[in-house]
């Protein structure tokens, strides 16, 4: 991962800004480990780039403060995992906390069948949103629909599974890794495998390795943030606004631009005389930094480069997304 915040931003000094990576236990939703965290870290604003369900652990990061406004352009990152799965049982909600549904003695599946199943779904395919998921209907969870009886038919949702391996097989029980697109769910897919393979097949361990940029080894346990909130630990944690979505092409703005955006003023020409502006395509989005790499905002690309090139001074060259406010 990239480089850690080096400042003073220790528990009990200036507010903390930027990405904490937990490491989530298993038996707790995402949602305590954000009340845990904001308690330990004594943090005003704490928000997550996509929850883990409570059967899973594994990389969890977590926006801090002005980072929340960052937290929807790191929510759409691939995801990677490694999952466990049964063969021969169906359970309403597609993992092994559900009520059994279905049993099929899956005797005389071989790994290689479940590896031939698993690879049927790679690419881009459409999965049925779980009866038991946070998604909404009518301004509530799925799930609380289901809790209560009411069958609610969900909606299926395009998604993309980049990489699928079986690591290991043993029956009636498989160990794969999966890299997917945002959004979806492996309980879900365990739940298609075992219907591939005609014998039903439940989600019974899961482990979220990364999450875009953010690895494992990135990540802190849980029962350590607390202690990290009482030490200088918390300043080689805590990822800086700085160092995040570096796959957007960085424009650099004098401090008197950042004032002007930062005061809600749309970028003109004008705001970038004398800059190196990137090469970039109209609809893309750069990140306006300042001085020490500090990030002022992302914005939408409005005109071509050449476009760019022959715009006066006047012209608005780019729409902004989110401004932020600084680290201080």
Request: aromatic letters at 6%.
């Amino acid at each position: 991962m990239t480089g850690r915040a080096r400042d003073d931003n220790a528990a009990g000094s200036k507010e903390l800004h930027g990405v904490i990576v937990v490491d989530k236990p298993a038996g707790c939703t995402s949602f305590d480990v954000v009340r845990k965290v904001r308690r330990a870290l004594k943090v005003r604003k704490v928000g997550h780039t996509g929850t883990l369900d409570p059967l899973a652990t594994g990389v969890l990061p977590l926006c801090l403060n002005e980072a929340t406004k960052a937290a929807g352009f790191l929510a759409g990152d691939d995801k990677e995992y490694r999952a466990v799965m049964e063969l021969g049982v169906a359970t309403d909600t597609q993992d092994i906390t559900g009520t059994v549904v279905m049993r099929r003695d899956p005797r005389g599946i071989t790994r290689s069948d479940v590896e031939t199943a698993a690879q049927s779904f790679l690419g881009t395919i459409r999965q049925k949103v779980p009866r038991y998921s946070a998604a909404k209907y009518r301004g509530r969870p799925y799930y609380r629909w289901a809790r209560q009886g009411v069958d609610v038919d969900t909606p299926e949702k395009e998604v993309t599974i980049h990489e699928i391996e079986i690591e290991s097989f043993s029956f009636p029980s498989a160990t794969f890794r999966v890299l997917c697109s945002k959004g979806t769910y492996i309980r879900a897919l365990c739940d298609d495998i075992g219907e591939r393979l005609g014998c039903g097949a439940v989600l019974t361990g899961l482990r979220r390795t990364r999450s875009g940029a953010f690895r494992e080894e990135d990540a802190l346990p849980l029962d350590r943030v607390a202690v990290a909130a009482d030490s200088t630990l918390v300043r080689n944690i805590v990822i800086p606004l700085k160092n995040l979505m570096g796959e957007y092409a960085a424009v650099p703005v004098d401090r008197d631009s950042a004032r002007k955006i930062r005061d809600g003023r749309q970028p003109t020409r004008g705001f970038f005389e004398g800059a190196a502006f990137p090469e970039v395509q109209r609809g893309e989005l750069v990140r306006l930094t300042a001085e020490d790499d500090e990030i002022v905002a992302v914005a939408r690309v409005l005109l071509s480069p050449g476009e760019f090139a022959a715009a006066g001074d006047t012209e608005q060259v780019l729409r902004l997304v989110r401004v932020f406010n600084g680290e201080n």
